[in-house]
């Protein structure tokens, strides 16, 4: 006797654990820099560095990367700024221990806020929120067949299963150059640089990934002269990631995040300092799946012997739903206290953070804040510069009408398009549009055949059961069902009962033969 097998490679996440901190450190102005007179804007992203389990914690471990703009003190007033990195480190507790798989870590929020304690010293403050998730790689055997000298009769059912192809982590490297427009000064110092990935689109074509997107690019700068300026634009980007192997009728779920950021100034073909290099690297995290079409053994049974099964449970994953879906958002937003003192709004940035993810009735309800900031110019000549910050709530449904408690998805959001416009009288309308990759499947448990034992028929038994036996076929009942469970063959019960295509529907009434077990 010999079993064929499908051997099937799974790949999962477990639920991923939430984790909130906090950054509080004092900072000292690096004695190169001038003294701060007002705050004008900050920014500040957390970066884990490392990962490392120990017992039922995994210590991770870090920096929150800052940048603000200022306005000096000393002399003259003039906007200027600093960079800086505040470490930390935060342990985190994994309930069933953190010793075996694999970690990932995301950061899903950075809340950064600073304030002067003098004009030397910052209290830097950072509510830090990761989410730490378990990689989970199964390689499961499903049974397709059973060779075997008696004659089996078998049960088997097509199934449509994801296949792990390939899980891989990489980089790709963006350059880029923005040319400054005629009308704009030429560069003398940058002061405020604000870069981040938007419109990311991919496929999959023969042995690669192919990435298309956008980088929206400000900088505010300084002249030679000292007037400031600034320049914003969106600088589309595309390549190739190698993945030998894949095709492109595979499926794939990435996450990319856009790290090591670097902007530079540079000359033009005139020599003049009107050009801004731009540099980062998009860190990957790539899997690519295969559906195939497996044809499981689920059962079997003999008209010579009794077939005792052993089986076991296994998990394989089918396809729901691949989507890329938008939610679109406009408000318009009544801010009295800048009515006398904007003038003009030059550059807005925002962040998605989503509070509320859960499987609901006809999909995915999402529920989330979008935070929104806007540098604006106003009339003093003292500060001409100053920000606005605040929030605009959403709600979306990713659509999927077969949710049920077996349904696990991977969802990748971001910021896809933003502006804010003035209206006049205090009011600004904001436009935005929020970008959702959605990766949903079903998982499917299998109680798998691993082997057959063949035992003697209890014939005693079997002698005390019917010859022929009436019956009124009930719903769900199956024509293959009915043959084991009378001891018979599906074109016996065919041939007697006249079913031309083996179908049966629920109220026939057909009549079952048993076989003649001693004979056979």
Request: hydrophobic share 35%; glycine share 6%; net charge negative.
């Amino acid at each position: 006797m010999e079993f064929m097998k499908k051997q099937m490679h799974v790949n999962c996440m477990e639920k991923g654990i939430t984790d909130q901190f906090f950054v509080d450190d004092d900072y000292n102005v690096p004695d190169a820099k001038r003294d701060i007179s007002k705050i004008v804007m900050s920014k500040g992203t957390a970066k884990v560095e490392e990962m490392k389990p120990l017992e039922n914690y995994i210590r991770v471990t870090g920096n929150v990367y800052f940048q603000i703009l200022y306005v000096t003190e000393e002399g003259e007033t003039k906007l200027t700024s600093l960079e800086g990195k505040c470490p930390f480190e935060e342990m985190v507790y994994v309930e069933n221990g953190a010793e075996d798989g694999t970690y990932t870590v995301r950061n899903l929020r950075t809340e950064f806020t600073v304030s002067m304690i003098h004009s030397r010293k910052l209290s830097i403050k950072a509510m830090v929120e990761l989410e730490i998730g378990k990689e989970i790689s199964e390689d499961t055997s499903l049974t397709t067949d059973i060779e075997s000298e008696d004659t089996l009769y078998k049960k088997k059912k097509e199934h449509q299963l994801l296949q792990l192809h390939a899980g891989k982590r990489d980089t790709y490297r963006i350059k880029e150059e923005v040319i400054l427009p005629g009308t704009k000064e030429n560069i003398g110092t940058i002061l405020w640089t604000d870069i981040s990935n938007r419109k990311l689109d991919t496929k999959l074509e023969d042995d690669a990934l192919c990435l298309s997107g956008e980088l929206s690019v400000f900088c505010l700068y300084e002249s030679p002269e000292g007037k400031a300026d600034w320049i914003e634009q969106a600088v589309s980007y595309e390549g190739r990631v190698n993945c030998s192997g894949v095709e492109p009728s595979m499926y794939h779920y990435i996450t990319a995040d856009l790290d090591e950021v670097n902007v530079d100034m540079r000359t033009d073909e005139d020599g003049e300092m009107r050009s801004i290099g731009i540099e980062g690297t998009l860190n990957l995290k790539i899997a690519v799946y295969e559906e195939q079409t497996v044809e499981v053994l689920e059962d079997v049974y003999s008209l010579r012997h009794e077939c005792n099964l052993k089986k076991e449970k296994v998990r394989n994953e089918e396809l729901i739903l691949q989507n890329h879906s938008k939610c679109k958002l406009s408000e318009q937003l009544s801010l009295p206290e800048l009515k006398e003192d904007i003038l003009q709004i030059c550059h807005n940035s925002g962040e998605v953070q989503v509070q509320k993810m859960e499987r609901a009735e006809q999909g995915i309800q999402i529920e989330g804040i979008l935070h929104l900031q806007f540098l604006y110019v106003k009339e003093s000549d003292e500060v001409p510069f100053d920000t606005w910050q605040g929030m605009i709530p959403f709600s979306y449904l990713i659509e999927c009408d077969e949710m049920n408690e077996d349904t696990v998805y991977d969802i990748n959001y971001g910021l896809e398009q933003l502006s804010v416009s003035m209206l006049g009288s205090g009011e600004v309308e904001v436009k935005a549009v929020l970008a959702f990759h959605s990766f949903i499947r079903r998982q499917l448990w299998q109680n798998v055949i691993t082997d057959m034992e063949a035992l003697p028929f209890d014939m005693e038994k079997i002698g005390k059961e019917p010859g022929i036996t009436g019956y009124i076929v009930k719903e769900g009942d199956e024509l293959w069902d009915l043959a084991k469970q009378y001891r018979t063959t599906t074109e016996r019960i065919q041939a007697t009962n006249g079913l031309n295509n083996g179908e049966i529907k629920e109220g026939d009434k057909i009549l079952i033969f048993k076989e003649n077990m001693s004979i056979l």
